[in-house]
């Protein structure tokens, strides 16, 4: 397994930007209500989202700027409902944060960026390092190309890997967790666009504020 260098993890500045919901502000019981209120019953939900769960948004920032946001794995930290604490490993690229939704689950993440199509491909995975399965593919399209007018368009999918269904690599959980990534699968649409709104809330005021999107800290 992939051993984090030891350093103190990245303390990451309270986001200050109303409508962000993130781990510190609310817990997940209480957060869950309004999960749930997001996830209608009136459309058959298998059928949308049983094999694979996409949400999208629009955002009045520029879409270099949300780019080059996203392509840094630690942007992860403001924008995510739970993974804090990012910690570089001993692997290149490969980072290793909580996943506080997942009580003592260390999750870890390398990110694939290719500018030209701005895409941006976070590989994840629970407990383990070496399989990284989890695979969050999201694109930054430039909106006055589909919708003639300034901004951007985020297209997040996610597909259902078997392993939502039974962990690939059981030996490597921690022995008293609850919860498995995939016990979530149901609400992931509903968990993605909580997020998605997260990072539509914080590109959006800081580029009407005249802030870099991508905030200091970061460089």
Known sequence: MTEAIKAAPIEVPDVGVPGVHRIEDYAL?????TVLDMTRAVYPHDEIFGEYCTVHDYIAAPPDEVY???SDTRSLAEWTYSMRGFERTDTPDLWVSDDRIGTETRI??????????RTVDYHCAWDQGEHLWMIY????????????????VVLWTNCHHPFY???GYPETAPAD???????????FAAGHLLELKNLKAICEHRHANGLPIKPEWMN
């Open 29 to 33: 019981k209480e957060l869950m209500p």
């Open 68 to 70: 080059d946001y996203l």
């Open 108 to 117: 870890y993440t390398r990110t694939e960026a290719n500018p030209q199509a």
């Open 137 to 152: 593919l999201m694109r930054v399209v430039d909106a006055q190309k589909v919708f003639h007018k300034p901004g951007s």
């Open 165 to 167: 269904e039974n962990n």
């Open 177 to 187: 967790r609850p919860v498995w990534v995939g016990d979530f699968w149901n609400i």
